[in-house]
Protein backbone atom coordinates (compact mmCIF):
# COMPACT_ATOMS: atom_id res chain seq x y z
CA UNK A 1 0.00 0.00 0.00
CA UNK A 2 0.82 3.50 -0.69
CA UNK A 3 0.15 6.71 0.23
CA UNK A 4 2.00 8.29 -2.74
CA UNK A 5 4.03 11.16 -0.73
CA UNK A 6 6.17 12.91 -3.13
CA UNK A 7 9.97 13.93 -3.31
CA UNK A 8 9.92 17.64 -2.53
CA UNK A 9 6.98 18.42 -0.42
CA UNK A 10 6.65 18.89 3.24
CA UNK A 11 5.06 16.96 5.83
CA UNK A 12 4.63 17.20 9.36
CA UNK A 13 6.10 13.88 11.01
CA UNK A 14 3.48 13.54 12.88
CA UNK A 15 1.21 13.10 9.95
CA UNK A 16 3.56 10.63 8.32
CA UNK A 17 3.39 8.87 12.17
CA UNK A 18 0.07 8.65 11.94
CA UNK A 19 -0.75 7.28 8.64
CA UNK A 20 1.68 5.01 9.35
CA UNK A 21 -0.19 3.74 12.69
CA UNK A 22 -3.58 3.50 10.72
CA UNK A 23 -2.76 2.47 7.14
CA UNK A 24 0.72 1.17 7.00
CA UNK A 25 1.87 2.45 3.73
CA UNK A 26 5.18 1.52 2.59
CA UNK A 27 6.27 4.76 1.12
CA UNK A 28 5.65 6.74 4.64
CA UNK A 29 7.77 3.80 6.23
CA UNK A 30 10.70 4.07 3.95
CA UNK A 31 10.70 8.14 4.35
CA UNK A 32 9.79 7.81 8.45
CA UNK A 33 12.96 5.48 8.13
CA UNK A 34 15.35 7.84 6.55
CA UNK A 35 14.37 10.89 8.27
CA UNK A 36 14.85 9.10 11.67
CA UNK A 37 18.65 7.39 10.82
CA UNK A 38 19.61 9.07 7.07
CA UNK A 39 19.39 5.81 5.54
CA UNK A 40 17.01 2.58 5.47
CA UNK A 41 20.01 0.50 5.90
CA UNK A 42 20.61 2.46 8.96
CA UNK A 43 17.44 2.48 10.31
CA UNK A 44 17.28 -1.48 10.76
CA UNK A 45 20.25 -1.54 12.49
CA UNK A 46 18.99 1.28 15.01
CA UNK A 47 15.88 -1.34 15.34
CA UNK A 48 17.88 -4.44 15.80
CA UNK A 49 19.90 -2.56 18.98
CA UNK A 50 17.08 -1.52 19.87
CA UNK A 51 15.20 -5.05 20.05
CA UNK A 52 18.34 -6.24 21.61
CA UNK A 53 17.70 -2.96 24.51
CA UNK A 54 14.33 -4.45 25.35
CA UNK A 55 15.85 -7.88 25.57
CA UNK A 56 14.12 -9.31 22.76
CA UNK A 57 15.70 -12.82 21.67
CA UNK A 58 18.03 -12.44 18.87
CA UNK A 59 15.38 -10.63 16.16
CA UNK A 60 16.83 -9.90 12.38
CA UNK A 61 15.01 -6.63 11.26
CA UNK A 62 15.90 -6.32 7.48
CA UNK A 63 16.91 -3.55 5.66
CA UNK A 64 13.20 -2.63 4.90
CA UNK A 65 11.16 -0.56 7.13
CA UNK A 66 7.72 -1.86 4.87
CA UNK A 67 5.40 -3.44 6.48
CA UNK A 68 3.80 -6.19 4.08
CA UNK A 69 4.99 -8.25 3.41
CA UNK A 70 6.45 -8.57 7.16
CA UNK A 71 10.26 -8.62 6.55
CA UNK A 72 10.73 -8.88 10.30
CA UNK A 73 11.96 -12.09 11.88
CA UNK A 74 10.39 -12.76 15.50
CA UNK A 75 10.23 -15.53 17.04
CA UNK A 76 7.96 -16.23 20.42
CA UNK A 77 5.13 -14.16 20.73
CA UNK A 78 6.05 -13.09 24.05
CA UNK A 79 9.05 -10.78 22.09
CA UNK A 80 6.20 -9.09 20.32
CA UNK A 81 4.61 -8.51 23.55
CA UNK A 82 7.44 -6.74 24.10
CA UNK A 83 7.89 -5.21 21.67
CA UNK A 84 4.34 -3.82 21.73
CA UNK A 85 4.60 -2.46 25.46
CA UNK A 86 7.27 -0.46 24.58
CA UNK A 87 5.54 1.40 21.86
CA UNK A 88 2.51 1.54 24.09
CA UNK A 89 4.83 3.09 26.24
CA UNK A 90 5.43 6.47 23.74
CA UNK A 91 2.57 8.76 24.69
CA UNK A 92 2.42 9.82 20.88
CA UNK A 93 2.65 6.31 19.89
CA UNK A 94 -0.39 5.90 22.30
CA UNK A 95 -2.37 8.73 21.49
CA UNK A 96 -2.61 7.60 17.90
CA UNK A 97 -3.50 4.05 17.96
CA UNK A 98 -6.34 5.42 20.30
CA UNK A 99 -8.07 7.16 17.82
CA UNK A 100 -11.28 6.11 16.26
CA UNK A 101 -9.96 7.44 12.60
CA UNK A 102 -7.43 9.60 11.44
CA UNK A 103 -6.99 11.57 8.24
CA UNK A 104 -3.75 12.47 6.08
CA UNK A 105 -3.70 15.94 5.53
CA UNK A 106 -2.53 17.72 2.35
CA UNK A 107 0.74 18.27 1.71
CA UNK A 108 2.71 22.01 1.64
CA UNK A 109 4.13 21.93 -1.36
CA UNK A 110 7.62 24.45 -1.55
CA UNK A 111 6.80 27.73 -3.84
CA UNK A 112 7.76 27.66 -7.33
CA UNK A 113 11.56 29.30 -8.06
CA UNK A 114 11.00 33.29 -8.85
Given at each position: ??L????GD??????L????L??SPN???????????G??????Q?M??????H?????R?S?T?M???C?I??R?????S?I?R???A???I?SIV??P???F??????????
Amino acid sequence: MRLNIKPGDTYQRIDLLRALLVKSPNDVARCLARDNAGSIELFAQKMNAKARVHSVRPTRISSTPMVFPCQINIRPHADLSIIARAAYANPTIRSIVCLPQAGFPLCQRPDPPA
